[in-house]
C-alpha cells in the first residue's frame, strides 16, 4: 500500500484554467503538507495542516487554495494557472510536529505544465 | 534563519564513501540537523537525523563537530543506486516554515 499517494501524477494544462490535486496518507498522521519543487530542484514550504486546522501558510498567491476535508485528505486547489506554475507538487505527512514526530513521508509528486 | 549551504553536486564511483557537508552558522542551540534523500521522479525520503557527535543507522552516518556549524553525511560503500538529492535541513524543535526549507540540495551523482 503507497503510504502518501497523490493524483494525478501528471497534470497538463492551459493558462487560466483551475485544475485540482489530491492527496491522501494511510499513515494515520496528524500533520500534512504542500511543496512546490521548482526545476532547480529548489524545495518550498507552501502550506502545512495539523489535525485538518492550517498551521503553516507561506507567501502563496491566494490562487493556490488548500483544502483539508480529514486529517488523511489535503488538497490542492488552483485558480487561473499560471506560466509560473509549473512544477513538481509534492504532499507530505508527519506524525505530528514535535521533533520527534516531524519526520515526512512524502508523496511521488504531481508534475504540473501549464501550456 | 538557520541558513545552510551544501555543495551544488558532487561525483563518486561505486564503492567508495561519499561525505556530503552541509554549513550552518548560525545553528540555534534548540536546532537539529536532518538529511533526507530524494531520486529522480520521487518524493524526499529521511535518512537520518541528529543534534551534535555521531548518529549511525543502516543507511548512513551523520557527524556534527563540537561547534555544529557544519555537519557531514557519510555514505559508505555507495552503489549506482545511491545517486540522488541529498538535502540537509535544520530546525528546532518548535514547528516552522523555518525547518521545512530543504534548498537546492546536494546532486550526488555515482559512477561505475
Known amino acids: 500500500d503507497t503510504a502518501v499517494s497523490q493524483t494525478p501524477k501528471y497534470l497538463v494544462t492551459q493558462m487560466g484554467n483551475d485544475k485540482s490535486i489530491k492527496c491522501e496518507q494511510n499513515?494515520?498522521?496528524?500533520?500534512m503538507y504542500w511543496y512546490k519543487q521548482d526545476s532547480k530542484k529548489f524545495l518550498k514550504i507552501m502550506f502545512s495542516y495539523n489535525n485538518k486546522e492550517l498551521i503553516i501558510n507561506e507567501t502563496v498567491p491566494n490562487r493556490f487554495s488548500p483544502k483539508s476535508p480529514d486529517k488523511a485528505h489535503l488538497n490542492l486547489h488552483i485558480n487561473s494557472l499560471e506560466l509560473g506554475d509549473s512544477a513538481v507538487y509534492f504532499c507530505?505527512?508527519?506524525?505530528?510536529?514535535?521533533?520527534?514526530?516531524?519526520?515526512?513521508?512524502f508523496g511521488a509528486g504531481t508534475r504540473l505544465s501549464v501550456l | 534563519l538557520a541558513k545552510t549551504t551544501q555543495p551544488i553536486s558532487m561525483d563518486s564511483y561505486e564503492g567508495q564513501e561519499v561525505n556530503i557537508t552541509c554549513s550552518h552558522n548560525n545553528i540555534a542551540t534548540n536546532d537539529y540537523i536532518t538529511w533526507y534523500q530524494q531520486f529522480p521522479s520521487q518524493g524526499p525520503r529521511f535518512i537520518i537525523q541528529g543534534y551534535k557527535t555521531k548518529v549511525t543507522n543502516e543507511v548512513a552516518s551523520l557527524f556534527i563537530p563540537a561547534d555544529r556549524k557544519s555537519s557531514t553525511l557519510s555514505l559508505p560503500r555507495v552503489s549506482l543506486s545511491d545517486t540522488a538529492v541529498y538535502y540537509c535541513?535544520?530546525?528546532?524543535?518548535?514547528?516552522?516554515?523555518?525547518?521545512?526549507?530543504f534548498g537546492s540540495g546536494t546532486q550526488l551523482t555515482v559512477l561505475p
Open positions: 535541513l535544520v530546525g528546532d524543535m518548535g514547528f516552522s516554515a523555518r525547518q521545512l526549507t
Open positions: 507530505a505527512s508527519s506524525q505530528g510536529t514535535t521533533l520527534a514526530k516531524n519526520i515526512q513521508y
Open positions: 499513515l494515520g498522521h496528524d500533520t
